[in-house]
């Protein structure tokens, strides 16, 4: 018997949303570029400057938030692990990011999260 057992990728970017099997601990990467609106230059990012990921259920209520700084790269780490993962049982959520430096600024909203069932 041949079992052609297999999976997709985990994380994965996929259908506008960010999915993963409930359960998996992994890290994303994120390159974080913002422009000013109106002189349309690059806006420097500091170390000392936050990113705050939000993640939301259903029902609007926040089920975890990240505050992480920006690296010499110009990147932020988000970590799920184990802790963080379990929070996350098979359903669908929406995230915020927001940049906070000098002034607090949303630079995403409802961005949608699909977490699968391994079953």
């Excluded at 184990?82 to 959520?93: M, Q």
Aim: proline share 2%; charged share 25%.
């Amino acid at each position: 018997m041949n079992l052609n057992l297999s999976a997709k990728q985990s994380p994965r970017f996929e259908n506008d949303k960010i999915m993963w099997y409930e359960g998996d601990t992994f890290q994303i990467t994120w390159d974080i570029n913002l422009t000013d609106a109106d002189t349309g230059d690059e806006i420097t990012l500091s170390p000392l400057d936050d990113i705050i990921f939000r993640f939301y259920k259903a029902n609007k209520s926040l089920l975890h938030e990240f505050v992480v700084k920006v690296n010499s790269e110009g990147k932020v780490v988000l970590d799920f692990n184990t802790e963080i993962s379990k929070k996350f049982i098979a359903g669908s959520y929406t995230y915020s990011i927001k940049y906070k430096g000098v002034d607090t600024t949303t630079i995403a909203t409802n961005g949608k999260v699909e977490v699968e069932s391994c079953q």
